[in-house]
């Protein structure tokens, strides 16, 4: 995006109103409720200065009476515009940041993995969550209320120019000394606040990154380094807000000052020509209140234009990742509702990073209802294959097809629905099992659950939980073991009924006897389907309709469990052998 000036505020502004103007009735109420608010203070100082002149010095206690009427009238209407104009403004800013948060979380859920890769956690969720509550504050405490102090400045120094031009004068004269510090002001602001967010974000990161990883941390005994890590981030931010601090502790002692010479001055000058009947002792009293009226807003101003230049750096940031160009392309227009599951890789060339290929020109195809195991070192390319499958990165050369259809061809989310993954580091989200299962599908029932954990032999482990399949699990399932976490994933991609299954090195960290219930459920769920396995452990890939050999994004070696071991000096036999050998030793 643009650097942040005066021509970006305008268009981040009009961004900004595009949203507001599916609430247009009530962003028309709350400004003719800022005409009315300003027309009332600008009535309210009148109306004394004709008691005073009238009624006070006249004697007159009816006239004294009828006025005290009008101005609690005035009072009375002024409150109920206010309430108005408050509630119905930071209303419509509320109802602005849920529709741009409803638009933000929809953009990320649609990016390539590879922007996630890329982007920090914390960083994410400060842009979703205290930058968009930012934002509200443009509507509810910034933009309507510059407006409505700007109609009431405009309002106090017509009816002051009408009652005496000389003294309005007067209290003009001040005015510049205090818009040219409002507007230094107000740019020592902008590159301040533009700092506070770079340090909330910051702050964010870490802590979540580090509250994450927090078992780690007391593995390795490093909470003494992080500790001295987060007092200097945290100095940081406090020296971003102190920065902001010290603008505000010069700047509103000057406007204060401002006002005080400007109502002694009125008095002043008042007082001295009080004699010629034009200047009376209710206009000297009219003024000092619209002196008072006129550099109120003025000073509002500035603080609320500290409250806009949060906001715009806050919209700044978030339209960044709105305006980010890493949405996936979803150009398919042909629907998967139930694939026969036959895959083609056809000269599949891709790379994390631009000139580093990690797939390297690959061909291999998987037949309907086969089970194809994919094995090789760590790094060999194995887990980018699924990556790839699912679209979750675009290939740089060559073409996937699924149903001898490129996938490009397949709508996103249907071809999606027809693949089911399961991990080798599961994640679980902190709810129950069954909507851990279920994803929250409302087509999915707790008896279709059940069934299916029984028919893979998951459902006794689950029954025996405080709660059954009501038992919550905790943030990324910490109140169950790995193996646990594994068979739950099973049982997920089993209710979802897939056309393709791919397992990640599911059996990779578990013990022995998940490890058994994991083969039981892997028989079951991939019977009827095709099926890619990657695999860590070789011995449970033996029955493998094919394997595929990978080393360095290369494909070496190919075909079954006996035709590769028959190999002298093979790739697979050398890994099985090695493995063998270190199964035998433990």
Not at 45 to 59: C, E, F, M, R, T
């Amino acid at each position: 995006m643009a650097e942040s000036g005066k021509a970006f505020d305008l268009k981040l502004f009009k961004r900004l109103l595009a949203y507001a103007n599916a609430y247009r009735l009530i962003f028309y109420f709350v400004g003719f409720a800022a005409i009315v608010m300003a027309a009332l203070s600008a009535i309210r100082p009148y109306v004394l200065k004709l008691a005073i002149d009238q009624s006070i010095i006249g004697k007159d206690g009816d006239g004294l009476l009828f006025f005290v009427v009008i101005m609690l009238s005035i009072l009375v209407a002024s409150v109920l515009f206010q309430y108005a104009f408050i509630y119905y403004a930071n209303w419509l800013g509320q109802q602005v940041v849920k529709d741009i948060r409803v638009k933000l979380f929809k953009t990320m859920t649609s990016f390539k993995m590879q922007y996630f890769d890329t982007s920090a956690v914390g960083r994410l969720t400060t842009r979703a969550v205290s930058d968009l509550e930012t934002i509200s504050a443009i509507f509810s405490q910034g933009l309507f209320m510059i407006i409505s102090d700007l109609l009431k400045m405009i309002a106090v120094a017509g009816v002051m120019l009408f009652l005496s031009w000389k003294l309005a004068l007067i209290v003009f004269m001040i005015l510049p000394v205090l818009l040219i510090a409002t507007r230094l002001f107000q740019r020592a602001m902008k590159v301040a606040f533009e700092e506070v967010r770079l340090q909330v974000s910051n702050l964010n990161s870490f802590v979540q990154e580090r509250i994450t990883g927090m078992k780690i941390l007391q593995i390795f005994n490093r909470q003494d380094t992080e500790f001295r890590e987060f007092e200097k981030i945290n100095a940081k931010h406090k020296k971003a807000w102190i920065k902001t601090v010290w603008y505000n502790s010069i700047f509103f002692p000057i406007a204060e000052m401002s006002s005080s010479v400007a109502i002694g001055l009125v008095v002043w000058y008042g007082g001295l020509n009080a004699e010629g009947g034009l200047i009376t002792l209710g206009v000297i009293s009219a003024f000092v209140e619209f002196a008072q009226v006129l550099f109120r807003p003025l000073r509002q101003i500035a603080d609320k234009f500290n409250t806009l230049q949060m906001g715009m750096v806050a919209a700044n940031r978030v339209f960044d990742i709105l305006d980010t160009h890493a949405v996936i392309e979803d150009k398919g227009v042909l629907t998967l509702d139930k694939a026969k599951g036959k895959i083609d890789f056809n000269a599949v060339q891709f790379g994390y990073i631009p000139d580093e290929p990690v797939i390297k020109d690959i061909s291999f195809s998987v037949q309907q209802g086969q089970t194809v195991a994919i094995v090789g070192a760590t790094g060999a390319g194995k887990s980018t294959i699924i990556n790839l499958l699912n679209r979750f990165y675009e290939i740089d050369g060559g073409v996937i097809s699924v149903d001898d259809k490129s996938i490009n061809e397949y709508i996103l989310a249907s071809l999606r629905s027809q693949i089911a993954v399961v991990l080798q580091d599961v994640f679980l989200f902190a709810d129950t099992i069954f909507n851990n299962i279920t994803l929250n599908d409302p087509t999915i029932s707790e008896a279709e659950v059940k069934e299916a954990a029984i028919a893979i032999g998951v459902d006794k482990f689950i029954e025996t939980l405080p709660g059954g399949y009501h038992y919550n699990v905790k943030e990324r399932g910490a109140m169950l073991s790995s193996g646990q976490r594994q068979l739950i994933a099973f049982l997920r991609a089993y209710v979802s009924k897939p056309s393709i299954l791919i397992l990640d090195e599911a059996t990779s960290s578990v013990d022995s006897y998940s490890e058994e219930l994991i083969q039981t459920a892997t028989e079951k769920i991939t019977q009827g389907r095709t099926s890619i396995v990657i695999a860590h452990r070789l011995a449970t890939i033996k029955k493998a309709d094919k394997i595929i050999v990978m080393e360095a994004g290369k494909i070496v070696e190919m075909g079954t469990h006996k035709e590769l071991l028959e190999k002298e000096n093979g790739h697979y036999r050398n890994l099985y052998e090695v493995q063998f050998m270190v199964d035998e030793a433990i």
